[in-house]
């Protein structure tokens, strides 16, 4: 029998090999999951921005006198 953990790897290492065979498969779905992922990152980016804008604009308005 297998230990938990050398089960759970072997899962992992399953999935990720199947994972890497379809991206081979069809590379359209790895163009689609690439331009996903850099979406993803401008949209964090911008997040972080607005909320930076929020916090100068009204967090520093409010200081103790």
């Given at each position: 029998?297998?230990?938990?953990?050398?089960?759970l790897l072997?899962?992992?290492?399953?999935?990720?090999?199947?994972?890497?065979?379809?991206?081979?498969?069809?590379?359209?779905?790895?163009?689609?999951?690439?331009?996903?992922?850099?979406?993803?990152?401008?949209?964090?980016?911008?997040?972080?921005?607005?909320?930076?804008?929020?916090?100068?604009?009204?967090?520093?308005?409010?200081?103790?006198?």
């Open positions: 029998m297998m230990s938990p953990r050398a089960r072997a899962q992992f290492g399953v999935l990720l090999t199947v994972a890497v065979g379809l991206f081979f498969l069809f590379p359209r779905a790895f163009a689609f999951a690439e331009g996903a992922a850099v979406s993803v990152l401008r949209l964090w980016w911008l997040i972080l921005l607005v909320a930076l804008a929020v916090w100068l604009i009204w967090g520093l308005g409010r200081r103790p006198k």
